[in-house]
Antibody
Framework: QVTLRESGPGLVKPTQTLTLTCTFT??????????VAWIRQPPGKALEWLAR???????YFSKSLKARLTISRGTSKNQVALSLADMQPADTATYFC?????????????WGQGIFVSVS | QSVLTQPPSVSGAPGQRITISCTGT?????????VHWYQQFPGAVPKLLIF???RRPSGVPDRFSGSKSDTSASLAITGLQPEDEADYYC???????????FGGGTKLTVL
């Protein structure tokens, strides 16, 4: 099992860029076939997948947000960063990072505690 | 509007059996992509409940079961307990969107 934790600002202003970091324990991200995803959940609403990055640096993005999203491996070997540009009040949500597990198809096996980000 | 459609709410009395449906299309569930289910208590982190349509992670009671057919999937809970009261989400992959998609979530109330 992998333990993940999100960090970043809890409040951003409209039009600013949000940058979040996911730090996780366990095998090195660079040496294992690991995939990390970002998912968000606006208050009272459903989960929404945002992006995924693999240990070999392959990247995948939600089509609806692709133009605003950046995902990258962090400076630390067990970190992944997500940036979302031009933040708007509709982007207010809890942002989760999660380890994606492939067993046939992918699912989200381990989740971070989440970080609530307000845009105001 | 979520790609996968779930009923907003279901309810049942303790001990009863309930099912939660998850309806997709030929781009996701109907394209033979697996369906996974998550349980989320208020203010908590989603937890994997069922993966690959019907498999349970270690520690999940066998009161929880999943199935899939054509373009839809179902989560069944038997012997309903008050602690099952939570939100439940289905998830799959959509080839048209080239991404992972969730249902809108179903709030389970134990009467």
């Amino acid at each position: 099992q992998v333990t993940l934790r999100e960090s970043g600002p809890g409040l951003v202003k409209p039009t600013q860029t949000l940058t979040l970091t996911c730090t996780f324990t366990g095998p090195s991200f660079y040496t294992t076939g690991m995939s990390v995803a970002w998912i968000r959940q606006p208050p009272g609403k459903a989960l929404e997948w945002l992006a995924r990055i693999d240990s070999d640096d392959d990247k995948y993005f939600s089509k609806s947000l692709k133009a605003r999203l950046t995902i990258s491996r962090g400076t630390s070997k067990n970190q992944v960063a997500l940036s979302l540009a031009d933040m708007q009040p509709a982007d207010t949500a809890t942002y989760f990072c999660a380890r994606m597990v492939k067993d046939g198809t992918y699912y989200f096996g381990d989740w971070g505690q989440g970080i609530f980000v307000s845009v105001s | 509007q979520s790609v996968l459609t779930q009923p907003p709410s279901v309810s049942g009395a303790p001990g009863q059996r309930i099912t939660i449906s998850c309806t997709g299309t030929s781009s996701n569930i109907g394209a033979d992509f697996d369906v996974h289910w998550y349980q989320q208590f208020p203010g908590a982190v989603p937890k994997l409940l069922i993966f690959n349509n019907h498999r349970r992670p270690s520690g999940v009671p066998d009161r929880f079961s999943g199935s899939k057919s054509d373009t839809s999937a179902s989560l069944a809970i038997t012997g309903l307990q008050p602690e099952d009261e939570a939100d439940y989400y289905c998830q799959s992959y959509d080839k048209g969107l080239s991404g992972w998609v969730f249902g809108g979530g179903t709030k389970l109330t134990v009467l």
